[in-house]
T-cell receptor, first 113, second 117 residues
């Protein structure tokens, strides 16, 4: 069965520093993977998705993620954090057995001035 | 419609009353999800619909919670005899799945904020 694990429920980075949010997946077949962002008091919106095309995926707001099969990882990065990046980030995978999208527990990103 | 629509956006109810939350998914989306999000917490999966059937109801927290979907469209989440611990934002999402001939990511509504007093 497919699943995702997000390492770190809270991550703090300084403004201008590299953002790295970790997501590892479990899947015996090629996965479809997603990152979502939830800004305070808002719904979830898609940041980017991997659907077995290019392994480096670029998303909105300068975020990108790299699919690494050997590491079963799909970590989210941004070269330079901005205060507006403070939000909750969710990694997700499609469970092929019943086509259900399964979400990780989320990582709250804090940006320090 | 253009996006996932949820109603009401806010609901305040007295403890012990029943409430119905509505979700209108994107037209043609075969998969529909309900999640609960308590203040400052992550997503708590409640139920998943594939068409009108619910292959996964494992997240419903008690028999006070039920959901249905009709016409492969609108879904309602019903909470009976509400308790204060039911206070949360209830999120609905929809997506296209293999049943609909392809896959998309999940699109979320803005949620219904339920407050039980």
């Amino acid at each position: 069965a497919q699943s995702v694990t997000q390492l770190g429920s809270h991550v703090s980075v300084s403004e201008g520093a590299l953002v790295l949010l970790r997501c590892n997946y479990s899947s015996s077949v090629p996965p479809y993977l997603f990152w979502y962002v939830q800004y305070p008091n808002q719904g979830l919106q898609l940041l980017l998705k991997y659907t077995s095309a290019a392994t480096l995926v670029k998303g909105i707001n300068g975020f990108e993620a790299e699919f690494k099969k050997s590491e079963t990882s799909f970590h989210l990065t941004k070269p330079s954090a901005h205060m507006s990046d403070a939000a909750e980030y969710f990694c997700a995978v499609i469970h092929w057995g019943d086509d259900k999208i399964i979400f990780g527990k989320g990582t709250r990103l804090h940006i320090l001035p | 419609g253009a996006g996932v629509s949820q109603s009401p956006s806010n609901k305040v109810t007295e403890k012990g009353k029943d409430v119905e939350l509505r979700c209108d998914p994107i037209s043609g989306h075969t998969a529909l999800y309900w999640y609960r999000q308590r203040l400052g917490q992550g997503l708590e999966f409640l139920i998943y619909f594939q068409g009108n059937s619910a292959p996964d109801k494992s997240g419903l927290p008690s028999d006070r919670f039920s959901a249905e979907r009709t016409g492969e469209s609108v879904s309602t989440l019903t909470i009976q005899r509400t308790q204060q611990e039911d206070s949360a934002v209830y999120l609905c999402a929809s997506s296209l799945s293999s049943l609909g001939g392809g896959f998309t990511e999940a699109f979320f509504g803005q949620g219904t904020r339920l407050t039980v007093v």
